[in-house]
C-alpha cells in the first residue's frame, strides 16, 4: 500500500533537547512538507523540499532543521531554539498529476510533539 | 496576514440536512482551491479541489463552489451524516512564480446530530 507514514506516533522530549521526526513516503512524490497545527491556527508550513538534497524555508522555520538526503525521507527535527515546541507535526507530500490535480498535498498521520 | 479565513469556527447540522461551509481569500493570485476534512489526531484527507477556470465541482455528496469575484468559496455536503463530523480546512495556492505551498484557513469545525 502507497502512503506517508510519521514515526512515532507520540513523542516527549524535556526541555533543551532536540528530537527528529520521521516522515517516509513511498507514493514517489518529489515534493514533502512539514507543518504544525496548533488549536486555532491551522496549518502553518515549517520547511518544504521539492527535490532531493533541496529544501526552503516556510513560514515558520525558526528552531526547526530539515534533511532531504532521499527521495523518500525528509525528517524534521525540533531543535532546542524552538521556544514553543510542544505542538501536532504533520508532513504531506505533494501528488501534481493525481485525482486532486496540480498541487494537491497527501498528508502522513501525524505525530504529537509534548515537551515536558 | 491571513490570506485564507474561515470565518466559523463551528457550524452545527442536522443528519440529512445541507452543510455549507464557506471560506474567503484575498490574495487575487490564487488560482487553485482545495478542501480537506480532518479528525482529532489524524492527517487532513483531501476531499475536493477547484481550479479558477470553473466555478463548480461535484463529487458525490462534495460540491465546491467558487465565486472569484467575491474571492469567496463554499463546500456544499448534502446530504450530510455523522460521520462527517470533523474540522474542514481550505486551501489554496497561486500558480505564477512556480509557487509550491498550500496556505490554509484556520478550519471549521461541523458536527452533524442524529
Known amino acids: 500500500d502507497g502512503g506517508i507514514t510519521q514515526s512515532p506516533k507520540y513523542l516527549f522530549r524535556k526541555e533543551g533537547q532536540n528530537v527528529t521526526l520521521s516522515c517516509e513516503q513511498n507514493?514517489?512524490?518529489?515534493?514533502m512538507y512539514w507543518y504544525r497545527q496548533d488549536p486555532g491556527q491551522g496549518l502553518r508550513l515549517i520547511y518544504y523540499?521539492?527535490?532531493?538534497?533541496d529544501f526552503q524555508k516556510g513560514d515558520i522555520a525558526e528552531g526547526y532543521s530539515v534533511s532531504r538526503e532521499k527521495k523518500e525521507s525528509f525528517p524534521l527535527t525540533v531543535t532546542s531554539a524552538q521556544k514553543n515546541p510542544t505542538a501536532f507535526y504533520l508532513c504531506a507530500s505533494r501528488d501534481y498529476w493525481g485525482r486532486g490535480g496540480k498541487d494537491t498535498q497527501y498528508f502522513g498521520p501525524g505525530t504529537r510533539l509534548t515537551v515536558l | 496576514d491571513q490570506q485564507v479565513k474561515q470565518n466559523s469556527p463551528s457550524l452545527s447540522v442536522q443528519e440529512g440536512r445541507i452543510s455549507i461551509l464557506n471560506c474567503d481569500y484575498t490574495n487575487s493570485m490564487f488560482d487553485y482551491f482545495l478542501w480537506y476534512k480532518k479528525y482529532p489526531a489524524e492527517g487532513p484527507t483531501f476531499l475536493i479541489s477547484?481550479?479558477?477556470?470553473?466555478d463548480k465541482n461535484e463529487d458525490g455528496r462534495f460540491t465546491v463552489f467558487l465565486n472569484k469575484s467575491a474571492k469567496h468559496l463554499s463546500l456544499h455536503i448534502v446530504p450530510s451524516q455523522p460521520g462527517d463530523s470533523a474540522v474542514y480546512f481550505c486551501a489554496a495556492s497561486a500558480s505564477q512564480g512556480g509557487s509550491e505551498k498550500l496556505v490554509f484557513g484556520k478550519g471549521t469545525k461541523l458536527t452533524v446530530n442524529p
Open positions: 507514493l514517489n512524490h518529489d515534493a
Open positions: 523540499s521539492q527535490i532531493v538534497n
Open positions: 477547484i481550479s479558477s477556470i470553473k
